[in-house]
T-cell receptor, first 111, second 111 residues
Framework: GQNIDQPTEMTATEGAIVQINCTYQ??????LFWYQQHAGEAPTFLSY????GLEEKGRFSSFLSRSKGYSYLLLKELQMKDSASYLC????????????FGIGTKLQVIP | DADVTQTPRNRITKTGKRIMLECSQT?????MYWYRQDPGLGLRLIYY???????NKGEISDGYSVSRQAQAKFSLSLESAIPNQTALYFC??????????FGEGSRLTVL
């Protein structure tokens, strides 16, 4: 099975940097995703990490350490529109490569 | 137009009624999924299908059934709806090596 943990809520200030952590336990690992979800809307894809290290994409970066079962999403130069839930999801390495989602971290950006 | 389209987007029904949620996609992906999302519980997998002849139960399939009518169509049925099936339902698609792409969601309320 899989277990994914991430903080339930975070608050950060506009213009600042925030790091959202995710730890996971899985019987077989084949990649980790981060999604952004605004209230009442569909999750949208942000990043996909398969190998250890940092992947940077504009204001968003995602880091993975497979040996530690750990990832983080880094958001720089926060904007009010970044207020959303951020979902960590793990793809397993079984035949069906199922994707399991964490509960999500609700980020509130304040002025 | 959305790549993954769900109908209806909103539905209010009564206990015991049969409900069908439909999903169609233009991404050409073989893999399709149905998730439900509840506050505090995150996204949970109901059923998934990796091709037209392949249907698999997810973690919470009781009370639901699915039909994969074509590569592009995957419908979810509640044979006899109950109030605890009130949730936001998402259809999704994927390919090996890609993320999961979500439809806009169907909000179902069972009274």
């Amino acid at each position: 099975g899989q277990n994914i943990d991430q903080p339930t809520e975070m608050t950060a200030t506009e213009g600042a940097i925030v790091q959202i952590n995710c730890t996971y336990q899985t019987s077989g690992f084949n990649g980790l995703f981060w999604y952004q979800q605004h209230a009442g809307e569909a999750p949208t894809f942000l990043s996909y990490n398969v190998l250890d290290g940092l992947e940077e994409k504009g204001r968003f970066s995602s880091f993975l350490s497979r040996s530690k079962g750990y990832s983080y999403l880094l958001l720089k130069e926060l904007q009010m529109k970044d207020s959303a839930s951020y979902l960590c999801a793990v793809k397993n390495s079984g035949g069906y490569q199922k994707v399991t989602f964490g509960i999500g971290t609700k980020l509130q950006v304040i002025p | 137009d959305a790549d993954v389209t769900q109908t209806p987007r909103n539905r209010i029904t009564k206990t015991g009624k049969r409900i069908m949620l439909e999903c169609s996609q233009t991404k050409g992906h073989d893999r399709m999924y149905w998730y439900r999302q509840d506050p505090g519980l995150g996204l949970r997998l109901i059923y998934y299908s990796f091709d037209v002849k392949d249907i698999n139960k997810g973690e919470i399939s009781d009370g639901y059934s699915v039909s994969r009518q074509a590569q592009a169509k995957f419908s979810l049925s509640l044979e006899s709806a109950i109030p605890n099936q009130t949730a936001l339902y998402f259809c999704a698609t994927s390919e090996p090596g890609t993320g999961v792409f979500f439809g806009e969601g169907s909000r179902l309320t069972v009274l």
